[in-house]
T-cell receptor
Framework: NAGVMQNPRHLVRRRGQEARLRCSPM?????VYWYRQLPEEGLKFMVY????????ESGMPKERFSAEFPKEGPSILRIQQVVRGDSAAYFC????????????FGEGSRLTVL | AQRVTQPEKLLSVFKGAPVELKCNYS??????LFWYVQYSRQRLQLLLR??SRESIKGFTADLNKGETSFHLKKPFAQEEDSAMYYC????????????FGKGITLSVRP
C-alpha cells in the first residue's frame, strides 16, 4: 500500500502566478488534511476534507487559497497570485473514514516564490 | 480553541541520559493527545497516543489533566532517537482537527 503521495515535491513560482499542490491519500482513506510549515512555526492546520466536502477550513487564509477533494482524483491545494510569504512546505495527511487516532503524512511539497 | 505549546526548540543530551520533551496544552474539553516524530529524511509519523498508554521505543507519555501536560519521557536516550518531535492534540468530536505544537529537535550525542 503506497503511502500518501504528494506532488510536486518542489515547486518554484514567481509572484502573481498560481500554485497547485496535489495529494493522493493512502488507498482506502477518504479523509485528507493539509498543513503548512513555515520556518520556526511548526505545522499549522489549514483544511480538512472528505470526499467532495470541506469539513473544516478554519486554517485557510481568507483569500487566494482553496482546496478540493473530488470524488475521483487527488486532493488539490490551490494558491492563486502567490506572494513571497506563501513560501513554505505544505504537508498532506490522510486517514481512513472514522477517526483512528493516526494521520499518515506525505513527504511534503516545498513551494518557493521568487 | 485548542492550543499546544512546546516551550523548547532544541534538546541536546548524551547517549544514555534521560530525556523529557515538554508539552502543554489548552483545551476546554477532553482532548486526545499524541506525539509524532520525524526522523531525518523520513515522513512524520505517529509515535504514541495517550489513550493507548503504551511504551514505544522506550518512550512514554502521561496525560496530566491537572497540569494540562503531556510530556514525553525516555530514561536512557539512544543516538537513533535523534529526530524532530511534535506534540499534537485532537479535540472532542469526530470532525475535530489535529493541532500540532511547534516541535522540538532532540539531538542525542554519542
Amino acid at each position: 500500500n503506497a503511502g500518501v503521495m504528494q506532488n510536486p515535491r518542489h515547486l518554484v513560482r514567481r509572484r502573481g502566478q498560481e500554485a497547485r499542490l496535489r495529494c493522493s491519500p493512502m488507498k482506502g482513506h477518504s479523509h485528507v488534511y493539509w498543513y503548512r510549515q513555515l520556518p520556526e512555526e511548526g505545522l499549522k492546520f489549514m483544511v480538512y476534507l472528505q470526499k467532495e466536502n470541506i469539513i473544516d477550513e478554519s486554517g485557510m487564509p481568507k483569500e487566494r487559497f482553496s482546496a478540493e477533494f473530488p470524488k475521483e482524483g487527488p486532493s488539490i491545494l490551490r494558491i492563486q497570485q502567490v506572494v513571497r510569504g506563501d513560501s513554505a512546505a505544505y504537508f498532506c495527511a490522510s486517514s481512513p473514514s472514522g477517526w483512528t487516532g493516526e494521520l499518515f503524512f506525505g513527504e511534503g511539497s516545498r513551494l518557493t516564490v521568487l | 480553541a485548542q492550543r499546544v505549546t512546546q516551550p523548547e526548540k532544541l534538546l541536546s543530551v548524551f547517549k544514555g541520559a534521560p530525556v523529557e520533551l515538554k508539552c502543554n496544552y489548552s483545551y476546554s474539553g477532553s482532548p486526545e493527545l499524541f506525539w509524532y516524530v520525524q526522523y531525518s529524511r523520513q515522513r512524520l509519523q505517529l509515535l504514541l497516543r495517550h489513550i493507548s498508554r503504551e511504551s514505544i521505543k522506550g518512550f512514554t507519555a502521561d496525560l496530566n489533566k491537572g497540569e494540562t501536560s503531556f510530556h514525553l519521557k525516555k530514561p536512557f536516550a539512544q543516538e537513533e532517537d535523534s529526530a524532530m518531535y511534535y506534540c499534537a492534540l485532537k479535540g472532542a468530536g469526530a470532525n475535530s482537527k489535529l493541532t500540532f505544537g511547534k516541535g522540538i529537535t532532540l539531538s542525542v550525542r554519542p
